[in-house]
């Protein structure tokens, strides 16, 4: 189900980043609304069909001929469905361009497809160390994403001022549609990614974080729905410009911005007169005065402390080293010489030496090991995956160890 949530959102996220680039090409032309200009998005929504067809084609072909002749039929396929849907738009000017820019999309999905293909086959060859000169290519019509939706609010803004009320309800209508996928596509990779990398560790079951991080997201999304719903209930009045009339001839009428000298009686002035019926005000007592004071210095010593307190939290963060996946690794210290420091001879053996050596064990582990062994792991299991049980150290260590954790040498 997952799987068929990430493709769904896949699939919409292309259709929508190209369906809406007719529609801004024919506001830049076209001078006024018509009817034509209504309706034109939803024609241009046909474009999911081929984003989904290259899909199933680029995954079921295995050579590049069969692909690029499955490519030409589905060419022919998008031409027939553009005919399909244009109606009344076929005795339009535009149609001829809508059938031109139509075909082109398609040509650069099909290409698109065929890229991301090439690049799996490198990503393939860079694992095996045949390819070093690879690095991974990102495709903007694969993965969902946010700053997608600036892309979306510019040319709504563009739409204002193109006079375009078409383009603006087709430019608010993607991002309706897009926020919430994302969201959703946004939250399977991440949690999947989080099950991932606590595999061992995390001892929740998949479907009660599946369960709860759903809910949470569903909670959010109604927020975010009431929130916007002000926005779609003034659809109708938006104030529209057009730039292009910017250029036209402006004649400004000067007579009505120069101000008139008629002097208006304002009265008396109302403070004076509030004073002389009630006298000057008495000052505010010295304690209220003392007491407000120590509430300002409260409030500035505790917004202070907790800015010291983020400075600090900020340059502890910065010290510590992350990897490629985000765990924290502790400082590694030379391999012999942190595994000497816990060797230690065996005639001072005592129950505090033997707790100690038993800590510091743990404490070598930690280093070597970003994950938490497991309870059925043995000594030589752990410091193997740890990297140290095959140095000499290493070996004079486990001896320690089982010494101190069983009492007597091990053969």
């Not at 400004?252 to 008629?262: F, M, R, S």
């Not at 500035?300 to 502890?316: E, T, V």
Request: charged share 20%.
């Amino acid at each position: 189900m997952r799987k068929i949530i990430k493709q769904s959102a896949q699939w919409l996220h292309a259709s929508l980043m190209i369906a809406i680039i007719i529609p801004l090409l024919y506001a830049l032309c076209a001078t006024k609304p018509d009817t034509i200009g209504q309706t034109l998005y939803i024609k241009c929504l046909v474009i999911i069909f081929p984003v989904i067809m290259t899909d199933f084609i680029i995954s079921r072909c295995k050579g590049l001929l069969s692909y690029l002749i499955l490519s030409v039929f589905l060419l022919l396929a998008t031409f027939v469905s553009g005919l399909a849907v244009a109606g009344p738009l076929r005795h339009h000017f535009l149609f001829p361009g809508y059938m031109a820019l139509l075909l082109c999309e398609t040509v650069f999905i099909i290409c698109n497809r065929l890229a991301e293909r090439i690049s799996k086959a490198r990503a393939a060859a860079a694992a095996k160390g045949e390819d070093p000169s690879w690095r991974p290519a990102h495709s903007i019509l694969r993965e969902p994403s946010f700053p997608a939706l600036i892309y979306f609010l510019a040319v709504y803004i563009l739409a204002l001022n193109l006079a375009n009320p078409a383009l603006c309800n087709a430019a608010l209508f993607s991002v309706v549609i897009y926020t919430p996928v994302t969201f959703l596509y946004r939250y399977i990779c991440e949690t999947e990614k989080y099950l991932s990398l606590n595999k061992r560790t995390c001892s929740l079951p998949s479907k009660r974080i599946y369960g709860i991080g759903s809910g949470m997201l569903a909670a959010f999304l109604l927020m975010l729905m009431l929130i916007s719903l002000p926005a779609l209930f003034t659809v109708s009045n938006r104030h529209y410009h057009d730039i292009r009339d910017w250029t036209a001839d402006i004649t400004i009428d000067y007579t009505d911005l120069i101000p008139e000298n008629n002097q208006e009686d304002i009265g008396t002035d109302p403070m004076a007169a509030l004073i002389a019926q009630y006298g000057v005000p008495k000052p505010a007592p010295k304690w209220m005065t003392v007491l407000f004071h120590m509430v300002e210095t409260a409030i500035f010593l505790f917004l202070a402390a907790m800015l010291l307190k983020i400075i600090r939290s900020a340059f502890q963060d910065f010290r510590k080293i992350g990897d490629d996946n985000g765990d924290i690794v502790e400082q590694l210290e030379d391999t012999a010489e942190a595994i000497s420091k816990v060797i230690i001879p065996s005639n001072r053996r005592n129950p505090s030496e033997q707790e100690r050596i038993r800590k510091e064990y743990r404490k070598i582990i930690r280093r070597h090991r970003k994950d938490i062994p497991a309870a059925y792991e043995s000594p030589i299991e752990i410091e193997t995956i740890a990297g140290i049980a095959h140095s000499e150290d290493g070996k004079k260590l486990h001896k320690q160890y089982e010494s101190a954790r069983y009492g007597q040498k091990s053969g």
